[in-house]
């Protein structure tokens, strides 16, 4: 039996003073206090919250084990405070077929330290030529995806969407015209007509790191027509960086950083509902591909380790975002959305927990990163925030 003492845990907006008692990895209650012979984690004055969600991550293994692999990349999940990841399929070789598939949850039921529940590919080798095994995998996977790539080929999206539609899948979105690319344009057109197939046969269809006013009016404009089964998630970096403040490579990403114009509309689309999620994208890279010149290297950066603070300091601490919307796009959300197992800060919930310390600023430093790749724009930055344990069903997975 454990004791979480002295921390806070939030209650309708407000930041309450809690012990959380832990029982075989579970929480058995939540008190003013408790007293007893018990084990004790004093966490005085930090919060404490369920572990995050991220529905975005790339772990690169198997196949590109020189960018990150299963164990680098969970580690820095525990860092970030983050429990509960959902793998992408740009791997060798890619899920898009059973044995492949099992061949991916091999590794990280040997490997993770976090729970872990990958994607299939849409379209074999993600190539948007010939549809995957969905029907022999469907039971592995909540949802497909083919991130990372554009799904131009709309019959095959089709065929996409009525078996998602079937066996009551997700697809996630990485909405990208072939024509126009990474510009605004590539993400709006690609949004917009695949909401009107979306709309047409009724799957459960989730657009990745939006980053235009108008991909967010579109969404806002279903959804308010009806189609709640159409979501969004934004990222850490559309929401606090913009293009003006681009050094070098370790800023690319795609989509890449647009317009401060357009990062106030992505603020405002987490704010009024349009994103329900907010995930990190987490894409690791050699640091060898990062030297190289901007244009030449690839897109991607590592977000799993600061998505919370950078949240917490820009959004929670400045009163954009409220306490509870706070674990409603980092936890509860992307549960809901991904019919996820679920985790709270409840009683008989299993007891996944990131202990945040924000009441002493940090700052993020390359040496302290855990993944393989060190490819991000916020080292040497300052937040609150930053985790100081991590728990997954009651055991401490990460200790700052």
Known sequence: ???????????????????????????????????????????????????????????????????????????????????????????????????????????????????????ASLSVGEGDQVLSDIENMHELVSAITDDGRGVNNLELLEKAMILAKKYDLVIASH????????????????????????KKIGCRYHFCHMSTKESFDAIRKARKEGYTNITCEVTPHHLVLNKDMIIDANWKMNPPLRSEEERLETINALIDGTAQVIASDHAPHTEEEKLKAYDESPNGIIGLETMIPIIYTELVMKKKISLDKFLDVMVYNPIKIFHLPKHGM????????????????????????????????????????????TLIDGKIIYKA
Do not use: W
């Open 175 to 198: 909405a990208e015209d072939n024509y126009y690319k990474t510009s605004p344009e590539g993400e709006y057109i690609a949004v917009r007509r695949e909401i009107e197939l979306a």
């Open 346 to 389: 409840y009683v008989g919930s299993p007891c996944d927990l990131a202990i945040l310390d924000i009441k002493n600023p940090h700052t993020y430093t390359k040496e302290e990163i855990l993944s393989k790749g060190k490819n991000s724009p916020f080292i040497g930055r300052t937040y609150y925030g930053f985790t100081k344990y």
């Open 1 to 119: 039996m454990l004791v979480i003492k002295n921390g806070y845990i939030i209650e309708n907006n407000n930041l309450v003073k809690k012990d959380i008692l832990v029982i075989d990895g579970k929480i058995a209650s939540i008190e003013d206090s408790f007293e007893g012979d018990y084990e004790v984690l004093d966490v005085e004055g930090c919060l404490i919250i369920p572990g995050a969600v991220d529905v975005h991550v790339h772990l690169r293994e198997p196949g590109y084990e020189k960018k990150e692999t299963v164990l680098t990349g969970t580690r820095s999940a525990s860092k970030g405070g983050v429990t509960c990841i959902m793998p992408m399929p740009n791997l060798n070789p890619c899920p898009d077929n059973k044995e492949a598939l099992l061949k991916q949850l091999e590794i990280i039921k040997k490997d993770s330290c976090v729970k872990a529940y990958p994607y």
